[in-house]
C-alpha cells in the first residue's frame, strides 16, 4: 500500500482524466504500474520541484515516471 501526498489525484480528479487518455494500443503488454500511480508521481515532482532520481520509493521507479511524462510532454498532452 502506498503513502499519500498531497498532490496525489483524488477519485474525482482521476475519473475525469482517464476519460480523455489514449486507450492503450492492443499491441502493446500490459502496465507493470497503474497509470495513475505514474501521474501521481509526476504530480509529486512537478510540485516539489524534486529530481526525479529522489521521488520516493513508494511510487514507481524514476525511469518509468520520467519515461511516461516525456511521451506526454512529446505527444502535447
Partial sequence: M???YATDLSDKEWA???RHL???PKDVKMRVHALRDILDAIFYV???GC???LIPGDFP???TV???SR???LSGM
Avoid: A, G, V
Fill in 16 to 18: 475525469y482524466l482517464c
Fill in 71 to 73: 511521451q506526454f510532454r
Fill in 46 to 48: 512537478l510540485k516539489s
Fill in 22 to 24: 489514449p486507450e492503450m
Fill in 2 to 4: 502506498r503513502k499519500n
Fill in 66 to 68: 520520467f519515461y511516461h
Fill in 51 to 53: 529530481p526525479w532520481r
Fill in 61 to 63: 521507479p524514476w525511469q
